[in-house]
Every structure is written in C-alpha cells, then in structure tokens.
C-alpha cells in the first residue's frame, strides 16, 4: 500500500480560474477528510466522508469549495473562481472504519498557489 | 481565544536532551488527543493519540493528558537531529462534530 496519495503536488493558478484536486485513500479506508494548512498554522477542517457521504463541512467553506466522493473511494476538491486567500497546503486523510475517528494518515499535500 | 493554543517555538535543544512539548484547549468536550510530526512541506505523521486522560508511552515518546486541566504534553527522550520538525497536537471528539482540531504546531530543533 502506497499511503494516501494527492494529485497534483503542486499547483499555481490564475486568480477566478477553476481548480480540483483528487485524493486516493488507502484502499479499504473508509473516512476521507480534507483539510487546508497555511502558513505557520496548523490544518484546518474543510470536510469528512464517511463512504461516499459527505457528513460534516466547515463553515471555512464558501459556495466556491465543493468536494465529492462518488463511489466511496477516491474523492476531489473543487475550488471555483480562485482567490489569493485560496493558497495554501490542501491535505487529505484517511483512516478506517474500526477504530478511533482520528486522521490516521495524511497524504503530501496540493500546493495551491494563486497569483 | 483559540480553541487549542501550542507555542509555536522555534525549540531548541541540544542532541540527547529531553524535549517537552505542550498544549492547552478550552473545549472540555474533546475526547481524542493526539500529537503529529511534520517535516517540511509534507503531510503531517500520526505519532500517537491518547483517548481521554492518562498517559501512553511508545518507545522514547511519551504522551500525557490532563484533563482536569486542559493540558496535554509530549515528551522526546534521548531527542535526535532527525526529530526535527514542526510537533502538531489535535484533538477531537465530543460535541466537535467530525472535526478535529489543530493547534499551529511547535518547531523543534536538535542540534548535533
């Protein structure tokens, strides 16, 4: 098992264009969370999967993020009309069924850098 | 306030010392308390999670929860350059929902 893979690492976009990033958990994992980490700061929540359901969404996220999970395996973030505020580290976690709801793995991370 | 505050640092210690690492919360509702490690430019490393009080040790980390207090610690014993990074706590559970909740992490340095 290769861990949790995010695609692409890095990203540099123009201000009001559209992004997406994908997430492939661990197989078999079925909680998938996104977070964004600046600068200096730690992770902040953005969403939880719980399969292909999306349970819980910050309040961080605007109408402009949206994020799926179709079949229940991999999932992409979305970000429409990008904003400078949107750079940052977007990471994405999985960890399995049984067991503590903690994020027990974490992927590398997109780079998103908006100019 | 924050609802978890962690001393960004930077640490500094020399190799072998023992290290001590800190956070305070506010939310008594929170259950999972966990602390990760993260190298530059990378994802943050489950190091270990603790539920509840009490302590937990693995290998030269030890991790400690007071919940009557709202204070939570990480210990390195014998700290190697390769423990160099920035320490992160989270914590989790209760009323919070889903969510986990991240302080801003603490830089460590160790020194050869």
């Known amino acids: 098992d290769t861990g949790v893979s995010q695609d692409p690492r890095h990203k540099i976009t123009k201000r009001g264009q559209n992004v997406t990033f994908r997430c492939d958990p661990i197989?078999?994992?079925?909680?998938l969370y996104w977070y964004r980490q600046t600068l200096g700061q730690g992770p902040e929540f953005l969403t939880y999967f719980q399969n292909e359901a999306q349970l819980e969404k910050s309040r961080l996220l605007s109408d402009r993020f949206s994020a799926e999970r179709p079949k229940g395996s991999f999932s992409t973030l979305e970000i429409q009309r990008t904003e400078q505020g949107d750079s940052a580290m977007y990471l994405c976690a999985s960890s399995a069924d049984t067991g503590p709801r903690i994020e027990a793995f974490f992927g590398q991370g997109t780079r998103l850098t908006v100019v | 306030q924050k609802e978890v505050e962690q001393d960004p640092g930077p640490l500094s210690v020399p190799e072998g010392a023992i290290v001590s690492l800190n956070c305070t919360y506010s939310?008594?509702?929170?259950?999972?308390f966990m602390w990760y490690r993260q190298y530059s430019r990378k994802g943050p490393e489950l190091l270990m999670y603790?539920?509840?009080?009490g302590n937990k040790e693995d290998g030269r980390f030890t991790a400690q929860v007071d919940k009557s207090s709202k204070y939570i610690s990480l210990f390195i014993r014998d700290s190697q350059p390769s423990d160099s990074a920035t320490y992160l706590c989270?914590?989790?559970?209760?009323?919070?929902?889903?969510?986990?909740?991240f302080g801003a992490g603490t830089r460590l340095f160790v020194k050869a």
């Open positions: 603790t539920y509840s009080s």
């Open positions: 197989s078999e994992h079925n909680r």
């Open positions: 989270a914590m989790s559970g209760g009323t919070g929902g889903f969510k986990t909740i």
């Open positions: 939310n008594s509702a929170f259950q999972y």
